[in-house]
């Protein structure tokens, strides 16, 4: 069992799953032998422990530091200690040592809850040792998966909490002992233990494991094909782009990943694209884009919603609900985009597919019904955790279906229903008897393997859905461990409340300067840290400063949720594009150039959220009037933004005519009909300036 390859995907052709890892997550070593076996196992135990999790209670500090120690044994035995090491297949000494100190320090504390609930102020000399041993480890962890960003930021909070008293006013404080900063990581559930690492061990995982399983059981290349074939009955100009718009939304709503959705669409349209007449780079910007939106779309979206839902105290339902309409509208702009290049770059009309679509359908269309599954039940008022679960165990039976993407055999799965149906019977509650349904069948169907009675690698693919599903939670993980230690210097010295009182100093009080300056502020951040470890310090800093000016919070959890995913495209992360480039052979830079020119004008829309009260209907919340209003003007005003990014209306747009465009899409932003009425004006006359100057260019004479 390889855990993941060696080779450096720099250049066309590179194996996507490499490529993956090593743009979102540090590059994994090649292991082989027992020790590969040993990564795989650790990462579907973490699979498994949440899936048991679902069904059974476990005391909740247990539960977290139990999580987190995996999750160390799985990133210390997966990434190396730095590049050099990439090739060598086996685990260093001091990995079996960080590992070893981990789980000490995870089992002391689960062994000890009891008596240390009274100490997190003053924490014996041996909880400072393992407490400290673990935030080292926590904090080299996240180095291997994600980089250098977040442990050094984590650790110039550390200084600044423990030199408070030498600090300039107005960040000075009293100061904290090593002691008391690492009992309050260490004892308690806010630090490394916090809402971050709570959500990671709860939602991520589980829905990390419900994308695994749809995309080993057949339902990720099903919707790509059902996309290509949705545009590739009739030849097209637009039809590649098109394609590869839906084939992200769609994609999406399984990967919740923009890098992992962006290696696979790049991977797959590039050929395709390249064929139409698109360069690399724009290519590359395109299925990035694309890509990204993963992290946006419904129902899986990234790790960060899963936070704002625990931050805001909703059910994940809502801020599904919340994200519906700024989803639609990001795509809608994808669209717009590509519409005008197509014209723009005289792309040759292609066939994007040679499958017609209906009989694609009807013979593989039951893969929509896991997604459909988790939205009804989430909708009628499961609890997240269970709608997941139960979309899995749907998702394993339609695999069912063909043998070539079984989950589980066709004697286990009836061995499953039978064990199941036992359990039923003894009084447990359906979910557990489901539990141990797929436990049977798991086993039987890991049995048969053994035997050597697997003829379909039906067991390769329940492995690896599990494997990936726990290996996909890693660096998020990590992060959020991370993430946990900044919250609480933040919380400790009051840090928080003094950014956003001078964010709120610098805007003079204005709504519209904060909402840009805090904007400003999120890019920056998202420029060194990953999308998830961005919104969790924007929401305890950055938030509060939106808060204070009358933003609602759902608005302002939501408009830095989408800043953050800009971290995805921009400098010097811009993890998403430099994928792509490595895929599509463009130059990174310009590809990443390309993938904003895609995404801007959708990223103007969050703005929306925050100006009036009126932009909340972009949330879907309040009356159904504003609802509708809000869209609308919102869809007319990316037209704008689209015309000017693009430069093509019905032909090359001059700088008069795409300025025209931005300030239309300016006005129909504000909250105020006149406004918006002016920015209906300015657009019809930049259609009529437009229309007349290539009217009068084809005069003769």
Known sequence: MAIAGDKAP????????????????????????????????????????????????????VYRASFLGLILAASLILFPFSRADIRRARVHLLDWLLIAVATASVIYLCTHLEATKTRATMP???????????????????????????????????VYG???????????????????????????????????????????????????????????????????????????????????????????????????TTVTLASLAWPMLKRSGYPAATA???????????????????????????YLDVDYFDVLVMAAIPTLLYYLSCWFMVEADSRKLAIKPVRTSETPVWPLTKSQGYHFISLFAIAVLLFTGMSAFLAVFWSIVIAIILSLIRPDQRLVSLEGAAFGVVVAIAVSL??????????????????????????????????????????????????????????????SIINLTGLGLKLSGLIVDFGGGSLLITILLAAFAMWLLGTAVPVTASYIIAAVVLVPALTSLGVPAPAAHMFMFYYAVLA??????????????????????????QAWKYTLPAFVVPVMFCLSPQGEGLLLLGDW????????????????????????????????????AVAAGCALMAPHPAWQWTGIALLAGTFILHWARLRFRAKPG
């Open 10 to 61: 720099v250049a066309a052709g590179a194996d996507p799953a490499e490529l993956m890892f090593d743009s979102e997550m540090g590059r994994p070593r090649r292991l082989g032998g027992w020790q590969a076996w040993l990564a795989g196992a650790i990462c579907a135990g973490v699979s498994l422990y949440a899936l048991y999790w679902t069904q059974f209670s476990i005391n909740t500090s």
């Open 124 to 158: 014996l000399g041996i909880e400072v040792w393992l407490g400290g041993a673990l935030i080292v480890i926590v904090l080299e962890a996240t180095r291997r998966t994600t980089g250098w960003a977040l442990p050094i930021i984590a650790i110039a909070f550390l």
């Open 162 to 260: 423990y030199f408070g008293p030498y600090m300039p006013a107005p960040f000075n404080h009293r100061g904290f002992s090593i002691s008391r900063i690492v009992g309050q990581n260490y004892l308690t559930l806010e630090g490394l233990f916090s809402t971050p690492l709570d959500v990671a061990a709860t939602f991520i995982i589980i829905f990390t494991l419900f994308g695994a399983v749809l995309d080993r059981g057949g339902a990720g290349k099903f919707f790509i094909d059902w996309a290509f074939a949705l545009f590739g009955k009739k030849p097209a100009s637009a039809a590649p782009g098109r394609a590869v718009v839906a084939s992200g939304f769609l994609l999406g709503t399984v990967s919740g990943s923009g890098v992992a």
């Open 284 to 310: 590359g910007g395109l299925t990035s884009a694309a890509g990204i939106g993963a992290t946006l779309s419904p129902p899986t979206m990234g790790a960060a919603a899963f936070i704002i839902a625990e």
């Open 426 to 487: 003894l009084g447990e509650r359906a979910s557990v008897a489901a539990f141990y349904g797929l436990i049977a069948a798991g086993l039987l169907t890991l049995g048969q393997w053994w035997m050597d009675r697997d003829r379909n690698g039906t067991t390769d693919r329940m492995i690896a859905s599990l494997v990936e599903g726990g290996k996909g939670c890693v660096g998020i993980a990590a992060t959020c461990a991370t993430a946990g230690i900044i919250v």
């Open 568 to 593: 995805d495209v921009s400098p010097p992360t811009a993890l998403a594009p430099f994928a792509a480039s490595a895929i599509c052979g463009g130059k990174p830079f310009a590809t990443m150039l």
């Open 625 to 660: 009037q504003s609802i509708l209003e809000i869209s609308i003007t919102s869809t007319i005003a990316l037209v704008g933004f689209a015309l000017a990014a693009a430069g093509w209306i019905i032909a090359g747009a001059t700088p008069l005519e795409r300025l025209l």
